[in-house]
């Protein structure tokens, strides 16, 4: 005789990057056993794999996870969180001054969605000259990370990766029109000061963010920290 089945109620999220409402459910122990045994291992790589196969196990709508920029994968997963395992977490934060940890509880509520400006993506060369970027999508960082994260190696493949398009007063040239070399060289002709407009793009990249405010328990110390990014929700 079959067991009962359990039904699984059903929430809706947005993609920060694209707009785009999916509907999800809370993960299940068998996957939040997957979940805890990568967090175990220490493995960013291993923790982001198991991260993403838990959304596309959740998310019951089509969507290319791979070209989602990391903040949208971040969006879902606290969503997924919060109505898995409850939407409150304690964490261990380190005080400013003593370096004490003290257990700081936050309300995801209390967790800001990241906000995605579409000026901020074109950047400016010259009074004619500019380019349009993209956010890396999880695909491109996995690709590039391996190169290590402050070589001028990685920086460039990064930015190349993720031109959408380059333009001047007469014409728009998109990026998938033209081979990696054509853009390469493109990046390559740039001087210093456009090539660090191009770099700080990278630097701002929205991301999962909330204000903490507490008072060490060891120094008496009042501290005031930003958490950003999903690793930081769950130290």
Do not use: H
């Amino acid at each position: 005789m079959a067991l009962p089945e359990l039904n699984t109620s059903r929430y809706k999220v947005d993609i920060p990057s694209t707009g785009q409402t999916v509907t999800y459910r809370p993960y299940l122990v068998k996957e939040e056993k997957v979940l805890m045994m990568a967090m175990e291992s220490g493995d960013n790589k291993v923790i982001m794999q198991a991260t993403i196969d838990i959304i596309k196990s959740c998310v019951y709508d089509d969507i290319d996870i791979d070209s989602l920029a990391m903040f949208d994968i971040e969006t879902l997963f606290l969503a997924l969180r919060s109505k898995s395992v409850g939407e409150k977490v304690d964490l261990n934060v380190k005080c400013e001054k003593c370096e004490e940890a003290n257990e700081v509880q936050i309300d995801f509520d209390d967790i800001k969605a990241p906000v995605v400006s579409q000026e901020n993506k074109q950047i400016m060369l010259t009074e004619d000259v500019g380019v349009i970027l993209k956010y890396p999508s999880v695909k491109d960082i996995n690709k590039f990370s391996q190169l290590g994260d402050e070589t001028v190696e990685s920086a460039m493949k990064m930015i190349v990766a993720c031109i959408d398009s380059i333009f001047d007063a007469e014409k728009v040239y998109d990026a998938k029109d033209e081979t990696p070399k054509a853009l390469t060289d493109f990046i390559e002709s740039l001087n210093n000061e456009q090539f660090t407009k191009l770099s700080e793009f990278f630097n701002d990249i929205p991301a999962l963010n909330s204000n903490i405010d507490f008072v060490c328990n060891k120094c008496g110390t009042a501290n005031s920290q930003e958490l950003r990014g999903l690793q930081s929700f769950f130290t």
